[in-house]
């Protein structure tokens, strides 16, 4: 059972006076199957995380260890760590141009699976996945995010994450920007792919509105480069009713 | 790509739309053109014209030091029915399609010292191209080519430059009333070659003409790629590319003069930077003469900066004289292959040095599909390979 392990993870990113500390001795563990849903105020570091466990070179680890079924991730590239599978979908996702979604999807596809997709079974594949994300097939054939709306852009990160299977699957922030139709769709396809129990998912957001379309197994509040508390589904509640303040006060970065 | 998006430090990119009077397309020029070459004066680089081109490397070209001491070994290759001529300067023929615009393209027609002429007889439609090799063997030389084609004919004609050299040649494309005809330029020389030249198409009534500008090589090329139209319901394309690699000038100066009623034109130019020092220069002006109604023009220019170091100047111009036009635009956009594309793409498992050549291929397939040319289409992915090759 695939396990992403992270240990007194320090990060931190060049500054304008010198390296500031983001990430201050970060512990948690993902267990293939789980759901852990990472929740906390701007500003918080929650996307340092999920950027850092990705492997962005603006991110400087300083301490700790991250590990996936004992490999550790810190030493990998970042195309190495999503063949390893860790898949990242971003919150303000990369416009490609001159790159066709579909020449993407498929050259992303063959890389992670370590051979090329039959093209038969992958042409319905993706078609499928498309449909049920309720994505115009005609998207196939845009360049990658350009032109996208917030929403399309979402809708095909979670497209991505269908179709490369990966072990975890960091979403940072992808309720953001969305409208309800939006959320449901996207939530709907999140959940097919936590449905197949063989992805441990780490949902980072700022609202607890995502949380009723996909229930997570665990709750923590993210504040001030660390996790300052964990608990079930209902910690989720007491955070709806009374907000981060409690989390915010003394110290953390606004 | 979007509109002034991710423009490097170091791009100009600037366009104007202007409507005027008087043509500064005309005006902003040092010298009206000439065939004489004492009737410009040497450039000094202030110039509109000579401002973006490092004049220490044209090797003598623009200041008259420079001689016909080298050797061009050419080779041309005709279907049946094409005559080549090899002709004095007093030909009639000879600069028909056009006059040089600047004192480089002056020299080189008052330097030559025989004109070659190729004619395509009328009606006649050929299976082959003509292909014109021309391999710089050193030295300095100085050439001019007329395409003569025909009324009704129809033709692709393909030069290749290759080797070492300087090199400033005019080449006239006198394209026939109904005649079809693709006009093929590849710079693909050594990295220490210079190449100024000044294609001129003359586009009949009702005559398409198709222009590709292939330049990968050279220290330093500078191309002046013009249309004009000798009578109404013509039709020009102008599809250009070019890999600047470290160190590399390649400026291609176009213009288009609708002259004429009814006719079209359209450019795209598609350029790759990459390295220390690479400049590509695009100029691309299009006037719209008061006697132009019915024009439907479009320009666009489109720069990848792959590495830090590299310079793009784009400056697309046009100028509209009449406002009974189809449509005139223009668009000119220089983005870059940034680290948070590279890092998407590697965040979908796609290795570094993968994902350079999905966004360069991507970059250039269309137009590449374009050319028509098949021989020229498989020659240039391949060549854009080893370009990206030697850039990991």
Not at chain 1, 161 to 171: G, Q, T
Not at chain 2, 240 to 257: I, K, P, S
């Amino acid at each position: 059972m695939a396990t992403l392990e992270i240990h007194d993870l320090h990060v931190s990113v060049e500054a304008e006076n010198g390296a500031r500390e983001i990430l201050k001795g970060v512990d948690l563990t993902v267990k293939q199957g789980e759901t852990h849903a990472i929740m906390g105020p701007n500003g918080s570091g929650k996307s340092t995380l999920a950027y850092s466990l990705a492997g962005h070179p603006k991110y400087t680890i300083t301490g700790g260890t991250v590990t996936l079924d004992g490999e550790d991730v810190l030493e990998m590239s970042v195309d190495e760590r999503a063949r390893a599978g860790v898949f990242l979908a971003m919150q303000y996702p990369v416009e490609v141009p001159g790159v066709s979604v579909s020449n993407f999807l498929r050259t992303s596809a063959t890389a992670i699976r370590g051979e090329a997709p039959k093209l038969r079974t992958w042409v319905k594949e993706v078609k499928s996945a498309m449909e049920q994300l309720q994505m115009d097939p005609a998207f196939a054939e845009r360049n990658v995010n350009e032109g996208f709306s917030g929403g399309e852009k979402k809708r095909h990160e979670i497209l991505q994450l269908e179709l490369l299977k990966p072990k975890i699957a960091i979403l940072d922030e992808t309720d953001s920007g969305l409208d309800v139709d939006a959320l449901r769709i996207v939530s709907e396809g999140v959940n097919r792919v936590r449905e197949t129990g063989e992805v441990g998912t780490l949902l980072i957001t700022h609202y607890t509105r995502i949380l009723r379309y996909i229930k997570p197994d665990f709750v923590h509040v993210f504040a001030n480069g660390r996790i300052a508390e964990s608990g079930g589904a209902e910690l989720a509640d007491v955070l709806e009713a009374e907000g981060y303040d409690k989390y915010v006060k003394g110290g953390a970065t606004a | 790509m979007a509109e002034a998006q991710n423009i490097p430090a170091g791009s100009t990119t600037a366009g104007a739309i202007a409507v005027a009077a008087e043509s500064t397309v005309a005006t902003r020029m040092s010298a009206p053109p000439s065939f004489d070459v004492a009737d410009f004066p040497v450039p000094n680089g202030r110039e509109e014209e000579w401002r973006f081109t490092p004049l220490a490397r044209l090797k003598g070209l623009h200041d008259g030091t420079a001689v016909a001491d080298g050797t061009m070994k050419a080779q041309i290759d005709a279907p049946e029915g094409v005559t080549i001529e090899s002709v004095e300067r007093g030909d009639e023929r000879i600069g028909k399609a056009g006059t040089p615009v600047d004192r480089v393209s002056a020299q080189a027609f008052s330097s030559f010292a025989k004109a070659t002429v190729v004619t395509v007889p009328k009606e006649t439609v050929l299976a082959e191209p003509i292909r014109v090799a021309l391999h710089g063997e050193g030295g300095t030389t100085f050439g001019h080519t007329v395409f003569d084609i025909k009324p009704f004919a129809e033709a692709i004609i393909v030069i290749d430059h290759t080797g070492d050299g300087v090199r400033a040649a005019n080449v006239d494309i006198l394209v026939g009333d109904g005649a079809k005809v693709t006009f093929v330029s590849v710079q693909d020389w050594d990295d220490t070659a210079v190449h100024t030249s000044q294609h001129n198409a003359l586009v009949g009534r009702d005559a398409s003409f198709k222009s590709v500008v292939v330049t990968f090589g050279g220290d330093l090329v500078r191309l002046h790629p013009r249309i004009a139209y000798a009578g109404p319901g013509g039709e020009a394309e102008m599809l250009g590319l070019y890999f600047t690699d470290a160190g590399q000038h390649q400026e291609h100066r176009l213009l288009v003069t609708h002259d004429a009623p009814h006719c079209k034109s359209n450019v795209v130019y598609k350029g790759a930077l990459q390295g220390q020092d690479a400049h590509a220069v695009w100029i691309g002006d299009v006037l719209i003469e008061k006697s132009a109604e019915g024009t439907d023009t479009y320009e666009m220019n489109r720069n990848l900066v792959l590495t830090d170091g590299a310079r793009v100047d784009s400056v697309p111009n046009l100028e509209i004289e009449t406002g009974e036009i189809v449509g005139a635009g223009h668009a000119s956009a220089t983005g870059r292959f940034d680290d948070e594309q590279l890092f998407y793409l590697q965040a979908r498992g796609i290795p570094a040095d993968e994902a350079r050549r999905l966004v360069v291929r991507g970059f250039f397939a269309e137009l590449v599909q374009q050319i028509g040319v098949d021989d020229i289409e498989e020659r240039l992915l391949a060549r854009i390979e080893t370009e990206l090759a030697a850039s990991v």
